[in-house]
């Protein structure tokens, strides 16, 4: 390396008349130098600059190319989604009537059954009525009875003599024999 540092030294400080070397006048030889540096590197640099932007082209056309592809994957799974979508809105609106309609037929067959119950227990409650009433009325016959025959022998009792109650027992003893006459 220091044998290539000692060389442009002396190319440097070597002297100018009819040889080569670099002049270090830089007004004098800045525009030229420039356009020597330039050429080389264009010439030079060309295949190079052309190769990374080719190689990054290259890249930039991938990208789009991977980014088109996936976008139309993605436009492929979102129409799958929307028809998945579709199908299971179709299926929620079916299940949902028919969910309603089975809501509505155990309503009315819990009304219908509500009814017949009621009416069971009206039905019900009517006769227990009526056998309630049945028994009052024959308490109160019972009773009725009972002290209309108390107050009858109580009467009889107090009205009856002797020679009445041998005059009764005779008529209720010919009343026998003529119905045993006429049986006969």
Not at 59 to 68: C, D, G, P, V
Not at 120 to 145: D, G, H, M, P
Request: glycine share 6%; with cysteine; aromatic share 8%.
């Amino acid at each position: 390396m220091k044998n290539v540092t000692d060389s442009f030294v002396f190319l440097v400080h070597w002297p100018s008349a009819g040889s080569f070397g670099f002049n270090t006048d830089i007004l004098a030889t800045n525009i030229v130098n420039l356009s020597v540096v330039l050429g080389v590197l264009i010439f030079f640099g060309k295949g190079v600059l052309s190769d990374l932007l080719d190689n990054r082209k290259q890249r930039i056309l991938n990208t789009i190319r991977n980014s088109e592809e996936l976008r139309g994957g993605a436009l492929e799974q979102l129409e799958k989604a929307r028809a998945r979508l579709r199908k299971v809105e179709i299926e929620a609106d079916e299940y949902r009537v028919n969910e309603y309609s089975e809501i509505e037929r155990y309503k009315l067959q819990l009304i219908d059954f509500t009814y017949k119950t009621l009416e069971q227990f009206e039905n019900s409650k009517n006769e227990t009525i009526l056998v309630e009433q049945q028994k009052a009325i024959n308490q109160v016959q019972q009773r009725v009875f009972k002290q209309a025959l108390q107050g009858a022998l109580g009467t009889l009792n107090s009205c009856l003599t002797n020679e009445l109650h041998l005059r009764t027992i005779s008529a209720n003893i010919g009343i026998l024999g003529e119905m045993k006459e006429i049986r006969d």
